[in-house]
Antibody, heavy 116, light 110 residues
Framework: QVQLVQSGAEVKKPGASVKVSCKAS????????IHWVRQAPGQGLEWMGW????????NYAQKFHGRVTMTRDTSISTAYMELSSLRSDDTAVYYC?????????WGQGTLVTVSS | QSALTQPASVSGSPGQSITISCTGT?????????VSWYQQHPGKAPKLMIY???NRPSGVSNRFSGSKSGNTASLTISGLQAEDEADYYC??????????FGGGTKLTVL
């Protein structure tokens, strides 16, 4: 079955960077975009951007320009999202999801906690 | 890009029908048929319920339906069940290869 499995929870200090991975299985990794979405505690979903695993092309939400980098390694069907210059308000669950007009399925989520 | 507007909460009794609205602009909801809806239970990842305005993925109950009129999309749940209690989010393509979510609606089954 189609599945996305993310890396484990992270605790980072303000100003640091975090890199979250998302391993795909059950389908052709290069055939679908991977999107990243985050959810702060008690808040709604926020779209961050996408990567085209085939070409490596990316597009980021304006809010994250300059701080987010999305990459992929096609040899292991894995996408990555790196967020830099972390602040306390970056504390959130980060999800990867397969996109093709809609988002399905979703990874299990990775909690990133930013705290001094 | 501003979030799409959803009511913060809706409620209904078992067996009833409820509708959740999702209001955007002609640059997102009104301009494209890439509107989707997601159900999220506490502590769980979102689940796709409706895609391209009114299509249900395989395995989603036919009690869930979607529609759109102008700049407003709607999700209707008929025959409410206790298991439908969750948060619901709409999403729309906004052009320029970007996407936006609604603020979310908490559904309470009384």
């Amino acid at each position: 079955q189609v599945q996305l499995v993310q890396s484990g929870a992270e605790v980072k200090k303000p100003g640091a960077s975090v890199k979250v991975s998302c391993k795909a299985s059950g389908y052709t990794f290069t055939g679908y975009y991977i999107h990243w979405v985050r959810q702060a505690p008690g808040q709604g979903l926020e779209w961050m951007g996408w990567i085209n695993p085939n070409s490596g092309g990316t597009n980021y939400a304006q809010k994250f320009h300059g701080r987010v980098t999305m990459t992929r390694d096609t040899s292991i069907s894995t996408a990555y999202m790196e967020l830099s210059s972390l602040r306390s308000d970056d504390t959130a669950v980060y999800y990867c999801t397969r996109g093709s007009g809609a988002f399905d399925p979703w990874g299990q989520g990775t909690l990133v906690t930013v705290s001094s | 890009q501003s979030a799409l507007t959803q009511p913060a909460s809706v409620s209904g009794s078992p067996g009833q029908s409820i509708t959740i609205s999702c209001t955007g602009t002609s640059s997102d909801v009104g301009g494209y048929n890439f509107v989707s809806w997601y159900q999220q239970h506490p502590g769980k990842a979102p689940k796709l319920m409706i895609y391209e305005v009114s299509n249900r993925p395989s395995g989603v109950s036919n009690r869930f339906s979607g529609s759109k009129s102008g700049n407003t999309a709607s999700l209707t749940i008929s025959g409410l069940q206790a298991e439908d209690e969750a948060d619901y989010y709409c999403n729309s393509y906004t052009g320029s290869s970007t996407w936006v979510f609604g603020g979310g609606t908490k559904l309470t089954v009384l």
